[in-house]
DNA sequence: CGTATCCTGACC
DNA sequence: GGTCAGGATACG
C-alpha cells in the first residue's frame, strides 16, 4: 500500500508497536525476501533493541541500538499486520519480527516485491531521495531546479524519488489534474505558474482532507479519485473522457481537456 | 530517455 | 489464459 500517507500511516502503526522493544526473532517466508535477508544475517538481528522507527519518502527505517538499521519498503502492495507470535500468519505474509513481548510483525505482501535488508548504518541503508513531498518547503523554486535539467515527461519525473520523495504513480496523476497540467508536458519547460499550481496540487492531493481513510483499492474510495482509474469516465470538471497512456510502463490518467498545455 | 524485470493474485 | 496492479532498478 504505498504512496506516501498510507506509508506514514503504516510507519505510525509500526512505531507504535515496536520503539524500545526487544528483538526475539526475526524470519523470511518467501525466496524472494530471503534473498534480501538471509537467515544469516536475520540471526543477527536477535536481541537487538528497536530505538527508533523513522520515514523517508516511501523508505522506513528501524534503527537499532547498535547503529544497524533494518530497512524496509512496500513496493507495491506491501503492508504491516500487527499481531502475537503465538498465533499462525497470514497467508500472504512475506516476513515476520518478533519481539521479546510476544508482538508481531508480519510484513504482508502479495506480490512478495517488498523490501527488507539490514544495514550496518543508516548511511548505507537508503539511496539519494528528493525533497519530502509533504515538506513545507517544497516550492515552484525547488521543482524548478529539480526539473530542469529533464528533457522528458513531466509525469514520470514527479514519480522519480531523487525529484520529490514520496510521490507515487496515483498522486503524481492527480496533483497533475489539479494544476492543469498535461502530463507528457516536457518537465524542463513547465512554465513557473504551472510549477506555482503544482506545488498546491499536491499539497491538496496529499492532504488528508481528500486522502482515502484506508487502504486505497477498496471500491468505496474509488470515487475520492478524479482521474486515476477512472478511463473514460467524464472528468468531474468539464465533462470530457478521461484518457490513459501509458508513460514509462504505467499508467497515467488525465483529462484531455483541462490538461491541455 | 523508455523498457524489462522482479513476483503473485485478482479479475476479465 | 491474458492483462493489470500503488515501485524501483538495471540496462540499452
Not at 515552484?140 to 524519488?161: E, F, N, V, W
Not at 474509488?222 to 499508467?251: L, N, W
Request: aromatic share 4%.
Amino acid at each position: 500500500m504505498p504512496e506516501l500517507p498510507e506509508v506514514e500511516r503504516a510507519m505510525r502503526r509500526l512505531r507504535k508497536a515496536i520503539e524500545g522493544k526487544t528483538i526475539a526473532a526475526v524470519q523470511t517466508l518467501h525466496f524472494a525476501l530471503e534473498r534480501q535477508l538471509p537467515d544469516a544475517k536475520a540471526r543477527r538481528l536477535k536481541a537487538k533493541r528497536i530505538s527508533r522507527v523513522e520515514r523517508r519518502g516511501k523508505h522506513q527505517l528501524i534503527h537499532l541500538d547498535d547503529g544497524s538499521v533494518l530497512h524496509a519498503h512496500f513496493r507495491m502492495n506491501g503492508d504491516w499486520m500487527i499481531s502475537r507470535a503465538d498465533g499462525a500468519p497470514d497467508r500472504f505474509t512475506r516476513a515476520i519480527i518478533d519481539l521479546t513481548d510476544g508482538t508481531r510483525v508480519e510484513l504482508n505482501d502479495r506480490r512478495a516485491l517488498s523490501a527488507l535488508s539490514l544495514h550496518a548504518s543508516a548511511d548505507d541503508s537508503l539511496p539519494s531521495l528528493g525533497m519530502e513531498a509533504n515538506d513545507a518547503s517544497l516550492d515552484a523554486a525547488y521543482l524548478s531546479k529539480a526539473l530542469g535539467s529533464r528533457r522528458g515527461p513531466i509525469k514520470p519525473a514527479l514519480m522519480d524519488q531523487k525529484v520529490i520523495a514520496g510521490l507515487g504513480n496515483i498522486y503524481a496523476a492527480e496533483a497533475l489534474w489539479r494544476a492543469r497540467i498535461n502530463p507528457r508536458a516536457v518537465a524542463s519547460s513547465v512554465s513557473k505558474a504551472c510549477l506555482t499550481r503544482l506545488v498546491a496540487a499536491i499539497r491538496d492531493v496529499l492532504g488528508s482532507k481528500n486522502r482515502p481513510p484506508g487502504r486505497y483499492t477498496d471500491k468505496t474510495n474509488r470515487h475520492r479519485f478524479a482521474v486515476y482509474d477512472r478511463e473514460g469516465e467524464p472528468c468531474v470538471v468539464c465533462e470530457t473522457p478521461i484518457r490513459r497512456i501509458i508513460q514509462a510502463g504505467r499508467s497515467t490518467y488525465f483529462c484531455p481537456k483541462c490538461q491541455r498545455s
